[in-house]
């Protein structure tokens, strides 16, 4: 099938501004781009007219959680059974792609073959979702983030729980013989569990050490939950391919991203901690229990670190924690103005962070969340101008067009004629 889409304002993923342009669809891959009207012959092709919109990569999920399926408390996920689980995974992946996301680099699923599942029946094209990088759940140690237990009482949380290299060796094995694309491992706790905080540096330099080894040596990526300082240290030297967070990184650590910033993305995951701070009534969380775990503090952190990454050059996904139930799966694309409002980027700059920076991370450098030829061709077609307003994004209204992979998730023939039809009416 071949699609020539004319009459659109192309924002391409590389530059800053948006230019009238063409742009001719062959099979899965971008075959032609020719700014102006009519320069490319339209033999064959079936033509969709653009209608002076916005034509841009699609959007890539930096930091997904598929199975994260509204939980209040992490152990909610935990409680879910396996059944009811998968089905609302797949619902999750529909739900994404029908919001603009076309690719979604997975950081961590909440059982240790939902993300391998879900991802084979969308390759098989049993499902309509994302591109997708699967993993399994986040490698954790005893009293680490995802570990919900108690000395009386176990309890299952989104956490695979392994204690010493021989214990963190076979849990990464496990992860890559069932499957998995990434690898993810928790170097720090969090404000979320009661037990290691964000400054608490709860996994070991040779437990880290050993999960990145065998990973790599089983072609798998490693992302990284890392928040202190250290841990984002810990990550660097020992070659973490995805460091999430580094909310209270100092300047040695940030030294040391920049040093290796030709190699590593990073991503705030900006949007739970933005919810928590701002929205948190909302699902009950007071303004006392947000205080009392330190929220705010962490917020001018993550705002501090990330005009000083933007400043150093480094590459940077959006991807905020959605999922939970403050932090609603649709919502994703909210990150591109935070950073923007929150972080000092320009808005070319945030949308380079969420299809171009994007698209390296999920293995397709110069490929994926780009408009050229030769790329693949995941695109939307915008009501609206994201580099004015970023907010034309968040939902699925204002998509006119979703293509992933050279096919059409969302026809914008058909939402013309239907609003033809009503104002006919």
């Known amino acids: 099938m071949a699609y020539l889409i004319v009459n659109a304002q192309v924002w391409d993923g590389e530059n800053d501004e948006r230019y009238p342009a063409e742009v001719l669809i062959e099979h899965n891959r971008i075959t032609a781009v020719a700014r102006g009207q009519g320069q490319i012959r339209r033999d064959g092709a079936e033509v969709i007219d653009g209608g002076g919109m916005t034509l841009m990569p699609g959007m890539v999920e930096g930091h997904c959680h598929l199975s994260f399926v509204g939980p209040a408390r992490n152990q909610d996920l935990g409680e879910i059974p396996p059944e009811e689980h998968l089905l609302r995974t797949c619902r999750n992946a529909s739900l994404i792609l029908n919001h603009g996301f076309t690719s979604c680099y997975s950081a961590a699923s909440a059982k240790l073959r939902l993300d391998v599942v879900v991802r084979q029946e969308i390759e098989d094209g049993h499902l309509a979702g994302p591109r997708y990088r699967a993993a399994g759940p986040e490698i954790t140690v005893t009293g680490g983030l995802g570990d919900e237990r108690k000395q009386h009482m176990n309890a299952e949380s989104f956490g695979m729980i392994a204690d010493g290299p021989d214990e963190i060796r076979r849990a990464v094995r496990l992860c890559c013989r069932e499957g998995v694309d990434n690898v993810k491992i928790n ?11 964000a400054e608490v540096t709860s996994m070991t330099e040779v437990e880290v050490a050993t999960a990145v080894e065998v990973a790599h040596e089983w072609n798998k990526r490693v992302a990284a939950h890392a928040r202190a300082a250290a841990s984002v240290k810990r990550a660097v030297r020992n070659h973490v391919d995805c460091i999430y967070h580094c909310d209270f990184a100092d300047e040695e650590a940030l030294d040391m991203l920049e ?15 933005h919810n928590a701070v701002f929205e948190g009534e909302a699902v009950g969380m007071t303004r006392e229990v947000v205080e009392s775990m ?21 590459k940077v996904v959006i991807g905020g924690d959605y999922g939970f139930k403050i932090t609603p799966m649709g919502q994703n694309a909210r990150d591109i103005g935070h950073f923007v409002k929150f972080f000092g980027y320009s808005p070319a700059e945030a949308l380079r962070c969420a299809t171009s920076v994007g698209g390296e991370l999920m293995g397709h450098k110069g490929e994926l969340g780009v408009i050229k030829t030769g ?21 699925p209204d204002r998509l006119a067009m979703i293509m992933k992979d050279g096919k059409l998730h969302r026809d914008p023939r058909g939402r013309r004629a239907e609003r033809e039809r009503i104002a006919a009416e």
């Not at 170097?187 to 905080?197: L, Q």
């Not at 330190?294 to 480094?314: D, S, V, W």
């Open 375 to 395: 790329a693949l061709a995941d695109m939307l077609l915008v009501d609206g101008n994201p580099l004015v307003d970023q907010s034309v994004l968040v939902g």
């Open 187 to 197: 170097i720090s706790g969090d404000e979320f569990v009661s037990y290691a905080r």
């Open 294 to 314: 330190h929220l705010p503090r962490k917020l001018e952190a993550t705002c501090r670190t990330y005009e000083q990454m933007r400043k150093r050059g480094m």
């Open 259 to 273: 040093a290796a910033k030709d190699r590593v993305i990073v991503g705030p995951a900006f949007g739970l901690v």
